[in-house]
Nanobody, 122 residues
Framework: VQLVESGGGLVQPGGSLRLSCVVSGFTLPYYNIAWFRQAPGKEREGVSGISGSDDGNTYYADSVKGRFTISRDNDKNTVYLQMNSLKPEDTAVYLC???????????????WGQGTQVTVSS
């Protein structure tokens, strides 16, 4: 099982980035995939997730609602996180992870990617 993130970078406040999480070793629709982020000196926090169901129910942290959108492409085994109206406080390493069910608890996730750095700065 492998999850590989990409798409991070340096962007100005108000800008956009799209992160990708390519999964291999399991069938995407059957698992919940979530994005977490971790800034220096802070705990890992959940950002958004998409459940493993036909509907692909989505959920978001209050801090990103209305700005971030999660989606998945089952044919490409990829989950995306579109991030708009980025703020300096969004700066962090962003990681994707898989679990059987939706949860904000990182300990519920058994597979993680290596992370991609997002820096929002002028």
């Amino acid at each position: 099982v492998q999850l590989v993130e990409s798409g991070g970078g340096l962007v100005q406040p108000g800008g956009s980035l799209r992160l990708s999480c390519v999964v291999s070793g399991f069938t995407l629709p059957y698992y919940n995939i979530a994005w977490f982020r971790q800034a220096p000196g802070k705990e890992r926090e959940g950002v958004s997730g998409i459940s493993g169901s036909d509907d692909g129910n989505t959920y978001y942290a209050d801090s990103v609602k209305g700005r971030f959108t999660i989606s998945r492409d089952n044919d490409k085994n990829t989950v995306y996180l579109q991030m708009n109206s980025l703020k300096p406080e969004d700066t962090a390493v962003y990681l994707c992870a898989s679990s059987m069910r939706p949860s904000w608890d990182p300990s519920r996730y058994n597979y993680w990617g290596q992370g991609t750095q997002v820096t929002v700065s002028s």
